[in-house]
């Protein structure tokens, strides 16, 4: 038997899938018109920083600490270690050059300048008895070179008289052969003697010179085995007041090590520490300035020094015109220039570029509605933004944090 079916059911799935694919066609409908709407954000003046866009001589400089230091400090180390014998003056005492400051003692340092200056004289003197010698041994050739000539002179001479003896029948053939052979061996004798004598003075051109050259290299190390002993006692190099000493009597002192320092306090430079990142733009000549006592003074950079340690590197500064009344290790807040000053579009800086990157801001009209506009920021100081494009002078900007304005596309300010 055929039974009827209920069409209730599938006529309620029917309406539960419609009722679905209207609720999406609706939301859909609403978010696309969302993203036509204008987001708008309601803030309290109070709330809010605003500052003008402004045309000027823009300065790109950077804020540096600076430390008041000598101009020329001198450091005091020890050449030659030893114990501290006598202390001849006293921490902060103004010292003239060639002043001596510390005396110490090195026994074996005494012993070893002794030995070595005996060995040294030891060999200075066998070098004199060797120069000594060929002296002698010049001297020696030569006057046997004297006597051999005045033999072959007489030689000669009778070997003249010889010839007209033999003439004459009144010389025995022999006795003539002998002498002829004996001044023919004679002069050979003298050729042979004359050689001597050239080489002689040959080789003791060359033996003196190395032989003085060696008597003052021999002088030179005993003048430095002296001033070695002399630099046992310490003294000072430079004019200045020395500071540093902490010493005591019976102290031992290695070689190298810090003795004291001597600062010439008769002007003063300014230290100061740059970040790593400005090494390239920093050299010789930039100027700077700081305020002491409600004036401004001028200061120029005269050295960097290229180290770089925990990511920073150093610059002496000297005062330029008037110099103020400063004292050592005094600091200041120097602004330091990195190019010369040009007309520039202005936007005092604030905490917007955190939120933003410069990349845009919040420009506010005449009835306090502000609205996004794309800019592009250059250079900037501790005070200032260079602005490229997106402003004029008179723009007012929002320069306080963005990050309460969930990204609105319109500020009203109440």
């Keep these: 038997m055929d039974r009827a079916l209920d069409p209730r059911p599938a006529r309620r799935k029917r309406l539960i899938a419609l009722g679905c694919i209207v609720g999406a066609v609706l939301l859909?409908?609403?978010?696309?018109?969302?993203s036509f709407t204008t987001k708008r954000v309601r803030v309290e003046a109070a709330k809010v920083t605003l500052a003008t866009v402004q045309q000027g001589l823009f300065k790109e400089f950077i804020p540096v600490t600076g430390t008041v230091q000598p101009i020329q400090t001198v450091f005091l180390d020890a050449l030659e270690g030893g114990t501290v014998k006598r202390?001849?003056?006293?921490d902060g005492t103004h010292v003239k050059a060639g002043e001596p400051i510390l005396e110490l003692s090195?026994?074996?340092?005494h012993m070893d300048a002794i030995n070595r200056e005996a060995q040294l004289l030891d060999q200075q003197n066998n070098l004199r008895n060797t120069r000594l010698a060929m002296d002698q041994q010049t001297t020696r050739l030569k006057?046997?070179?004297?006597?051999?000539?005045?033999?072959l002179k007489r030689l000669e001479r009778d070997g003249r008289v010889d010839e007209r003896l033999m003439r004459d029948s009144l010389l025995a053939s022999n006795t003539y052969l002998s002498n002829v052979e004996n001044l023919a061996y004679m002069r050979e004798k003298r050729?042979?003697?004359?050689?001597?004598?050239?080489?002689?003075?040959?080789?003791?051109?060359?033996?003196?010179?190395s032989i003085t050259t060696n008597l003052a290299l021999i002088d030179q190390n005993l003048r430095f085995l002296r001033e070695n002993l002399q630099n046992l006692v310490i003294k000072a190099?430079?004019?200045?007041?020395l500071s540093g000493l902490n010493v005591e009597l019976g102290q031992t002192k290695q070689r190298g090590e810090r003795i004291a320092q001597i600062d010439v306090l008769e002007s003063f430079k300014v230290r100061a520490r740059i970040p790593e990142h400005y090494v390239s733009r920093v050299s010789i000549g930039l100027h700077g300035s700081f305020i002491q006592g409600g004036r401004e003074f001028s200061v120029e950079v005269f050295k960097v020094y290229p180290e770089v340690s925990n990511g920073e590197f150093d610059v002496d500064l000297r005062f330029v015109g008037e110099k103020p009344d400063v004292r050592r290790g005094q600091t200041f807040q120097v602004r330091l220039q990195l190019s010369e000053d040009m007309q520039a579009v202005m936007l005092p800086r604030g905490p917007f570029f955190q939120d933003s990157g410069g990349q845009w801001v919040?420009?506010?009209d005449a009835e306090g509605t502000g609205t996004k506009r794309t800019v592009s920021l250059g250079r900037q100081n501790p005070d200032m933004y260079e602005v490229i494009e997106g402003l004029e002078p008179g723009d007012r900007v929002i320069t306080s944090r963005y990050d309460a304005f969930n990204n609105a596309d319109e500020i009203i300010i109440q």
Excluded: C, H, M, T
């Design 28 to 34: 859909l409908a609403i978010l696309w018109a969302g």
């Design 143 to 151: 006057d046997d070179l004297l006597n051999l000539d005045k033999d």
């Design 87 to 90: 202390r001849f003056v006293e």
């Design 237 to 241: 190099p430079i004019d200045g007041q």
């Design 106 to 109: 090195n026994p074996q340092l």
């Design 362 to 364: 919040y420009v506010v």
């Design 191 to 209: 050729k042979l003697l004359a050689a001597n004598v050239r080489s002689d003075s040959i080789f003791r051109q060359s033996q003196v010179g």
